[in-house]
């Protein structure tokens, strides 16, 4: 069965992108959309039996890919607890865009291509979470960055896709650098890549030193260390983060799928995998509590001030994945592995419902011109605020009732500070700023709802709306305002009325009518939304639960029934927390863009140097480009310049031709067509041979 999970994607990947066009738009979506749904269906009893306790872990041996020397690396296939609550996630959520992407993408002329690139991001991921070895983990580690390239970069005529597909793959390289180095440290300390071999080991090697850049350091924190910075990488945490919000150039389709099931949870899962070794090195986890709360806080308040709704959810995603990790740097690796699975519900949401506003909105991204969304388009609204119910973690606190992110949300930021109070250093901290971005998540959320679905219709200002107005009518006057858009501090106002408008069409609307998706957009959206409203309540007790949990994970990652224990016993203050900041955060958005929709440009008048510092993503892609990636350029054109052009080309095939081509204009002059210069050249030929004899001998 597992093999039919894994490697049905591929085989639909190869079908689809083999033939093209050759078998034609609906075949290769069928047979893609068909393996995905196979593979789904497959999953989930793997899963339900692990959750009822009926199923064991499992390798099935496919084939040894190398030997040399001690380095033995046999492909094979893992099935544990932790792999079934992947494989649900990854299958599930790429089934449902696949059947999402039948009607987003229906226009595109590439369509076998677009579900071929999807099959193949599948089946890397489903490599990477079956992996019983590190080697075999790297393989769909890379799979996965290679696939994420061919996606952001769809559009490859687009230089904007171009550019955010060559800076994912390229940032990515950097953790992937990290990544390699840990695999190749894990085997010169524990002489082995066999992933169960490694964790029963690594235990015993806490405390021991290794030499490293001249230095005797702690084996298993430089380990650690350098396997997380390929975390960092591919979950795109503070630091390594720019690649993230750049993949929005990809279809909407591509953004779901790599930022809620598959690419971006890659780094959780393999922290996860890799908790013993994790556990074994405490200045480690550490670092990993640091980088996950300073991602989290980093990226909720660079969301408030977005416009573009994809680019929203886009920071969303950087801010629960840092939840995440610092969930796994606490200890708290089930409240981790649960949050990764309600948040792929929830997000898949966000994103595809995002879409489905892209959609009606002509390809409009931009939530300025959006507003009354809510009637025209009711379906995709109840699904978005499903989404953001789940998201922002409502639910009330005793009565055990809430959404998705309710109960993932509150046991990590309960474990923190769990963990704080039984010395994990770090933790408290921890609780306080995953609080703080609570507040923040509520915010921007309901900002989106809000900016997107009420208030006036602000659609005549849109270039795409009046393009599809021009189309529609031919209305050669309904020219946009795009090129002069309302200022960021007027988000969640209307703006000036140009165009139809203030020809007459008084309503913000320029006689456009948004629609609603067709069912294929829908019904991936129905269906997410119960995983939102839901997948928190019924499976919080064995992911999380100190009893449950520890059965259900059965040894598959380090699950602390203690520290769960004692995340259920937090001071009430603690456990009302999140639900106050979630109110609070609601109450700003409601008073801002409802209420007292002036209040946003006063506060930007107000707090003007620290708005422009979010707005512009507190300067990274500006301070990477001034520290790497101009010097990169400057060293780049020297060698090609100087190096290349000015030394080797110069000195070996361009001056071995014109020396070719200077003999051959030297030649040609002998050839005159006279025949005194021929007896002339035979004469000298003649008398050079007769010197040469006698001297020689």
Not at 68 to 78: N, Y
Not at 186 to 214: C, E, H, N, Q, R
Not at 287 to 304: D, N
Not at 559 to 567: T, V
Request: charged share 10%; hydrophobic share 55%.
């Amino acid at each position: 069965m597992i093999k039919l999970i894994v490697f049905l994607p591929l085989l639909a990947a190869l079908v689809a992108g083999l033939g093209n066009r050759m078998i034609g738009n609906v075949v290769a979506k069928a047979i893609t959309t068909g393996a995905l749904l196979t593979s789904c269906a497959l999953s989930w009893p793997i899963f339900l039996a692990f959750v009822a306790g009926n199923a064991s872990p499992s390798v099935t041996p496919l084939f040894t890919w190398m030997q040399s020397g001690g380095l033995d690396i046999a492909w094979s296939l893992r099935v544990d607890t932790l792999t079934a609550v992947m494989l649900v996630v990854v299958t599930s959520v790429s089934s449902l865009v696949h059947i999402y992407s039948w009607g987003y993408m229906d226009e595109d002329p590439d369509q076998p291509r677009f579900f071929a690139y999807l099959s193949l991001f599948t089946f890397a991921m489903l490599m990477l979470v079956t992996a019983n070895n590190l080697v075999q983990m790297f393989f769909g580690w890379e799979g996965v960055g290679l696939a994420s390239y061919l996606l952001i970069g769809f559009w490859f005529k687009k230089p904007s896709a171009n550019a955010a597909a060559i800076k994912a793959f390229v940032v990515n390289r950097v953790g992937d650098l990290g990544f390699m180095l840990g695999i190749f440290g894990t085997f010169l300390v524990f002489g082995t890549v066999s992933i169960p071999d490694i964790l029963a080991a690594a235990p015993g090697m806490a405390g021991s030193a290794i030499t490293f850049l001249g230095m005797r350091l702690d084996t298993m924190t430089i380990l650690t260390l350098l396997l997380f910075v390929g975390a960092m990488g591919k979950s795109a945490q503070l630091g390594l983060h720019t690649w993230l919000p750049d993949a929005m150039e990809g279809p909407t389709p591509v953004s779901a799928l790599i930022h809620a099931a598959t690419m971006v949870t890659a780094g959780v899962f393999m922290v996860c995998r890799l908790s013993p070794m994790f556990e074994a090195a405490p200045v480690a986890q550490g670092f990993v509590i640091f980088i996950g709360a300073a991602t989290c806080l980093f990226a909720a308040t660079v969301a408030t001030t977005q416009t573009d709704i994809k680019r929203v959810i886009a920071y969303s995603t950087c801010s629960q994945l840092g939840y995440m990790f610092f969930a796994a740097g606490v200890g708290a690796y089930g409240a981790a592995m649960f949050h990764l699975f309600t948040h792929a519900f929830f997000k898949a949401l966000l994103f595809l419902g995002a879409g489905s506003v892209i959609h009606a909105m002509h390809h409009e991204q931009d939530m300025r011109y959006y507003g009354a969304l809510r009637k025209r388009i009711p379906l995709t609204f109840w699904a978005m605020v499903a989404g953001t119910l789940a998201i922002t973690g409502v639910g009330i606190p005793g009565l055990a009732v809430g959404f998705a992110g309710f109960w993932s949300k509150d046991a990590i930021l309960e474990s923190a500070w769990a963990a704080g109070s039984l010395g994990v250093e770090g933790g408290h901290l921890a609780f306080l700023v995953g609080a703080f971005a609570a507040l923040l998540t509520s915010f921007y959320s309901w900002r989106l709802i809000f900016l997107t679905f009420f208030g006036k219709a602000r659609w005549t200002q849109s270039e795409h709306i009046a393009h599809a107005l021009h189309d529609a009518h031919g209305d050669h006057h309904a020219d946009s305002d795009h090129d002069n858009p309302p200022s960021q501090e007027d988000a969640g106002h209307e703006p000036a009325q140009h165009g139809p408008a203030a020809a007459g069409l008084s309503d913000g609307t320029g006689g456009y009518h948004p629609h609603e998706s067709p069912w294929s957009m829908l019904v991936p959206l129905i269906v997410l939304s119960i995983g939102a409203v839901a997948a928190g309540q019924v499976f919080h007790h064995v992911f999380v639960d100190p009893e449950g949990g520890l059965a259900f994970w059965n040894g598959s990652i380090a699950f602390d029934a203690h520290l769960a224990h004692a995340s259920h016993e937090v001071p009430t203050w603690v456990m009302f927390t999140p639900f106050v900041v979630m109110l609070t955060g609601l109450w700003i958005a409601y008073n801002n863009y409802i209420r007292d929709p002036g209040a946003p440009a006063r506060f930007t008048a107000m707090f003007g140097p620290l708005y422009t510092f979010l707005l512009n993503k507190w300067y990274f892609d500006e301070l990477y480009n001034v520290i790497f990636v101009r010097p990169a350029f400057w060293f780049g054109r020297l060698f090609w310049q100087r190096g290349d052009v000015g030394i080797i080309d110069r000195f070996g095939p361009d001056g071995a031709a014109r020396a070719v081509q200077g003999g051959s204009v030297l030649t040609g002059r002998l050839q005159s067509g006279f025949l005194y210069t021929y007896a002339l050249v035979m004469l000298l030929g003649l008398a050079g041979l007769a010197t040469w004899a006698m001297v020689r001998f």
